[in-house]
């Protein structure tokens, strides 16, 4: 199995440019999250989404959006980046114990984003 | 919304003193979720507590959820360098599935 896939590892963009960041995950989690890292900000939640179709707005959504078309997979894409936006980004799945009751959260292994 | 507090930011130590980074959150939580991060890496899931005054053993790391389950704490009993890192800990947000990070506690060990 190879858990949690994120692509691309590395990016460099332009101000204004979009980008679409791709989850991957291969546990048929229901659960699947964005966060961003930055130095000394630890990790804050971007969207979230419980289920195939469904997505919610996390701590700092402002400037992101995200689909989840299929269960497998969660996109974040940027559609005018900004260099506010260069960060580590994480994408992390887990399974549901029970209502609101999250399981231990996967993680990909980040993907970092230059906004130049 | 709900916050989740860390500290310290930053802990050094000497190779075999005992360390100990405490999470505080503004309301009381379902459970608690505790990571590492090792330097580059991606966060790796420690524990979970669920039970009001909760106590977990792994070998030298305990981990306690307070009996109003508002506070968590991670001790770690002669540090080794093998334990450098950033420890998180994790809530949900409101009985949600939206889980809330702390800062995080970032750990240097001076061999």
């Known amino acids: 199995n190879a858990g949690v896939t994120q692509t691309p590892k590395f990016r460099v963009l332009k101000t204004g440019q979009s980008m679409t960041l791709l989850c991957a995950q291969d546990?048929?989690?229901?659960?699947m999250y964005w966060y961003r890292q930055d130095p000394g900000m630890g990790l804050r939640l971007i969207h979230y989404?419980?289920?195939?179709?469904?997505?919610a707005k996390g701590e700092v959504p402002d400037g992101y959006n995200v689909s989840r078309l299929k269960k497998q997979n969660f996109l974040l894409g940027l559609e005018s980046a900004a260099p506010s936006q260069t960060s580590v980004y994480f994408c992390?799945?887990?399974?549901?114990?029970?209502?609101?009751?999250?399981?231990?959260?996967?993680f990909g292994e980040g993907s970092r984003l230059t906004v130049l | 919304g709900q916050q989740v507090m860390q500290i310290p930011q930053y802990q050094h130590v000497q190779e075999g003193e005992d360390f100990t980074t405490y999470c505080n959150s503004s309301?009381?939580?379902?459970?608690i979720q505790w990571y590492k991060q090792r330097p580059g890496g991606h966060p790796v899931f420690l524990i979970q507590?669920?039970?009001?005054?909760e106590v977990k053993k792994q070998k030298r790391l305990t981990f306690q959820f307070g009996e109003a389950k508002k506070n968590s704490s991670l001790h770690i009993t002669a540090t080794q360098t093998t334990d450098v890192g950033t420890y998180f800990c994790?809530?949900?947000?409101?009985?949600?599935?939206?889980?809330?990070f702390g800062k995080g506690t970032k750990l240097t060990v001076n061999p």
């Open positions: 992390a799945s887990s399974y549901e114990r029970g209502r609101f009751f999250t399981g231990e959260l996967f």
């Open positions: 546990m048929n989690h229901e659960y």
């Open positions: 989404s419980v289920g195939e179709g469904t997505t």
């Open positions: 309301t009381t939580l379902s459970n």
């Open positions: 507590l669920v039970k009001s005054g």
């Open positions: 994790a809530g949900p947000e409101g009985g949600s599935e939206k889980l809330v």
